[in-house]
């Protein structure tokens, strides 16, 4: 069966970086695009980044843009998230989701779920 499975989360000081990694099975994954989702405490999940099956093209949200990066590499099935300048709000459990078409910034047009991973931003 298809399993996302995320790592990297942690605990750092605002300002500092983290790397998520979301390593994919059970699917082709070349073929999916791949999208990184947030959701913080008595709050909706919300789209952060997303990278097309290729990785030529990239979608951010506004309140990322010039701080986190998506990146993947289709040879070991796995997508990353580079976030730097980390912010207190950026405090969240952090999912990443598998789409079979091409990517989109809206959560329930993913096929696929990982568990998710908690990142927590110390002010």
């Known amino acids: 069966q298809v399993q996302l499975v995320e790592s990297g989360g942690g605990l750092v000081q605002a300002g500092g970086s983290l790397r998520l990694s979301c390593a994919a099975s059970?699917?082709?994954?070349?073929?999916?695009?791949m999208g990184w989702f947030r959701q913080a405490p008595g709050k909706e999940r919300e789209f952060v980044t997303a990278i097309s099956w290729s990785g030529a093209t990239t979608y951010n949200a506004d309140s990322v843009k010039g701080r986190f990066t998506i990146s993947r590499d289709n040879a070991k099935n796995t997508v990353y998230l580079q976030m730097n300048s980390l912010k207190p709000e950026d405090t969240a459990v952090y999912y990443c989701a598998a789409r079979r078409r091409r990517a989109t910034t809206t959560a329930d047009e993913y096929d696929y779920w990982g568990q998710g991973t908690q990142v927590t931003i110390s002010s």
């Open positions: 059970g699917l082709t994954f070349s073929s999916y695009a």
